[in-house]
């Protein structure tokens, strides 16, 4: 071999060695399972995977049968949708707490394609007409191809999102927005429910105002009411409530929480089937239950081009309700969540599903919230309830035939106390920013009288322009009382404590378009100081390199100097040049100062306007020894001054 040859082929290798090392990073960064499942604590995170596991095969089971009927289909096809999508998003998802499955608010929305285009009062269809598959009739089997159709759709949106990078755009979806859409949703499907709740035959209603047109049809028919159905809807709910508040007031105590759901199904079918209340009282009961898995089959796509609007629906409502858990989550239990790959994840868990005949699927709040208060680890604990699931589709799912209707819509209607509880915030947005209230307001009452995707969709152009009109009236940062300082303190003979103060400032609004810009800046310059391992410098380098950062737009732009790790240190924020701001930007403030503190650095708060000290006094919970806010940066580095010193004095006196 000439030397040439020689050379090629070490350059090849190198070749090689990079491509299997862009391909092995390329399928860890979309494979998160590959990431999390090699490093897997059996003995700490096992036990509390398989309870929570098993905490939530039970949630997954009652939720999937009423939220089927909530998407017009038949309760089974609840039992695959938590089952399918539940294994492609541990697969694909990187929240680690996210219970993906049925979601109350995509249901709803695939119910109105369902029963526009297979109504239950048409003549094309009759329900004795078996079709073969699962054995369960044409109508069922039509019905559950439409609802296929918008998860498969909606799930191809998605895909189709994450290949335009279209996540990172999520930041134009305020607090305020999500919070008035969720809650406008969550009173829409109760609205659903109130039928089976009453006991009443009506017939579906959807469309603008159709809210309105459900409670005028119920109180205009209200002789109809089923006082059987009317009552044991009542009790169950009464039942629910107190028995899950004292799950919440216990559950530090108690690991393990009675699962009342499942209790209640059990009372309540055997209940019916021994006192025969189908046939004596004409309740309605969900019917047969088959048994097993179906046959993949293609979702029928002569139907896509009439789901359109439904499918984007899903897509969205069902993104941004899903993100939003995966990012709380991601904050509680301190890692990172990409926002394009939550895309692929819910994408896939919509698309793949679909031939499984699924409904659409996303996180819900109340799963999630079962993860959080049973200690959880990771995406264990979703894969066992699937199990968990499985073994209910094939063995306990006809034991279910008995189950009362009204009994799942009380489940569905108590299921969304916490985004019904969400009416609270109007005052926390009040207080903080009267314009993210009257936003808040306005996008429900849109959500309402429309639907979700509507009112998403005026949240989101009501927030940009209310912005856009904002912005041109805020002034630039006037650099110079900084400028002052830091030439009064270079005089002075306290550079070993002053190199231990950082002083930024904000100069321009901070409001949602540039908060998390802002944040992420901020922390990158602390944690370039955490991590660097430099000794302290002299007292002249201290005195050359006193940093002084100035933020615009939400970018930052200096050097910082590494503090001595036994001092501890300071972050001043100037707040001069914040002219306003809104919930979003308090809410990041906040969270600056928690995470600050966390890294034991105390962060003060100079030139603050008197609103946002209130907003702030009231957005979260500042407990400090000392005071946060200064009227100048003066008096906070004189401040953090003197408490170094009786920090130190107190050192002594306690030697």
């Not at 059996?42 to 009927?69: C, R």
């Not at 400032?505 to 944040?519: D, M, Q, W």
């Not at 050359?544 to 001043?572: K, M, Y």
Request: hydrophobic residues 45%; charged residues 15%; glycine residues 6%.
């Amino acid at each position: 071999m000439t030397g040439t040859e020689r050379k090629r082929s070490a350059v090849w290798g190198k070749i090689q060695a990079v491509r299997c090392e862009d391909i092995k990073e390329w399928c860890v960064r979309r494979l998160p399972i590959l990431e999390w499942v090699p490093v897997y604590d059996w003995k700490e995170n096992l036990v509390p995977d398989v309870v929570s596991g098993m905490m939530l095969a039970i949630q997954q089971v009652t939720q999937g049968l009423a939220f089927a009927a909530l998407s017009s289909v038949h309760p089974v096809f609840g039992l695959y949708g938590s089952f399918f999508p539940v294994i492609i998003y541990a697969i694909f998802g990187m929240g680690r707490h996210v219970a993906t499955g049925t979601f109350a608010l995509t249901s709803l929305i695939s119910a109105n394609a369902v029963e526009r285009l297979v109504p239950s009062t048409g003549t094309n269809f009759t329900a004795k007409n078996n079709s073969g598959v699962l054995g369960l009739s044409e109508f069922e089997m039509q019905r559950i191809g439409v609802a296929a159709a918008v998860s498969f759709l909606g799930g191809i949106i998605q895909v189709a999102m994450f290949m335009l990078q279209l996540g990172h755009a999520t930041f134009l979806l305020t607090e305020p927005v999500i919070s008035a859409m969720t809650t406008g949703a969550a009173t829409h499907v109760v609205t659903s429910q109130v039928k089976y709740l009453l006991g009443m035959k009506m017939p579906y209603m959807s469309g603008p105002l159709g809210f309105f047109h459900i409670y005028a049809y119920i109180f205009k028919n209200i002789r109809l009411v089923q006082l059987e159905a009317l009552l044991l809807s009542l009790l169950s709910i009464v039942v629910l409530v107190l028995v899950k508040e004292l799950n919440e007031k216990f559950q530090r105590n108690i690991k393990i929480v009675l699962p009342i759901d499942l209790v209640l199904i059990i009372a309540t079918s055997i209940a019916c089937c021994y006192a025969d209340m189908e046939y004596v009282y004409g309740l309605e009961v969900v019917g047969h239950i088959p048994q097993g898995l179906p046959r993949p089959k293609l979702p029928p796509m002569n139907v896509l081009p009439e789901v359109v609007t439904e499918a984007f629906g899903v897509a969205l409502v069902g993104y941004v309700a899903s993100l939003a858990l995966a990012q709380s989550s991601a904050k509680r239990f301190k890692y990172t969540v990409d926002d394009n790959q939550e895309l692929l994840a819910h994408g896939l868990s919509n698309v793949i599903p679909s031939f499984f005949f699924c409904i659409p699927s996303a996180a819900a709040m109340g799963r999630t919230a079962l993860l959080y208060s049973t200690g959880a680890r990771t995406q264990v604990a979703c894969l066992i309830s699937c199990a968990l699931v499985l073994v209910v589709i094939y063995t306990i799912g006809a034991m279910l035939y008995w189950l009362p209707m009204c009994v799942l819509a009380s489940i569905i209607v108590v299921g969304l106390k916490g985004m019904l509880m969400q009416f609270r915030d109007l005052k926390k947005y009040w207080n903080v920013d009267k314009i993210d209230w009257s936003i808040w307001v306005t996008t429900y009452m849109f959500t309402i009288c429309f639907a979700a995707n509507v009112g998403l969709l005026y949240g989101v152009v009501c927030t940009i322009a209310i912005v856009i009109f904002r912005f041109p009236r805020s002034k630039t940062l006037n650099l110079k009382s900084m400028k002052e300082v830091e030439y009064k303190y270079k005089t002075e003979d306290n550079c070993e404590s002053l190199k231990q103060v950082k002083i930024v400032s904000i100069s321009n609004p901070l409001v949602f378009l540039n908060a998390r810009k802002f944040h992420a800046d901020l922390m990158k310059i602390i944690q370039k100081d955490s991590t660097s391992s430099q000794a302290c410098e002299d007292v002249n380098k201290c005195e050359q390199n006193t940093l002084l950062c100035s933020f615009s737009n939400g970018s930052c732009h200096g050097e910082s100097l590494q503090p001595c790790q036994s001092e501890r240190r300071i972050l001043i924020l100037d707040c001069s040049g914040l002219n306003f701001f809104d919930y979003t930007g308090v809410s990041m403030l906040l969270q600056i100062y928690m995470d600050c503190k966390n890294r034991h650095i105390e962060v003060l708060l100079a030139c603050c306007k008197a609103s946002l000290i209130k907003a702030m006094q009231y957005g979260g919970n500042l407990e400090s020894e000392n005071p946060i806010f200064f009227e100048s940066i003066s008096s906070a580095v004189n401040a953090s001054q003197i408490h170094r010193k009786y920090s130190k004095f107190s050192e002594q006196s306690e030697v």
